[in-house]
């Protein structure tokens, strides 16, 4: 699997690249899931990036909807 097995989720890195192609800081992107719903703050999206914090499925869609990306965008392209 992607990462070492201290990292609790696969798609920080991919929400951080999506996230800074658009310009946005984390307190945006945070703002901006809260506007379409989901309420996140800045410190839950940097946990996520940073791959300490674990991510369910809802959440992963949320973050596909809010960054207009496909879910399957926010996977790692290849396991290692």
Known sequence: MTGT???KNVIGPQV???REQRGWS???????????GW???RSIVAAVEGQVRWVGD?????FAKVLRVQAADLLPKQLH
């Open 5 to 7: 097995p201290n990292h």
């Open 16 to 18: 951080r690249h999506f």
């Open 26 to 36: 984390q307190s945006v992107l945070a703002t901006k899931c809260q506007v379409a």
């Open 39 to 41: 309420d996140i703050s």
């Open 58 to 62: 809802f959440e992963l869609m949320w």
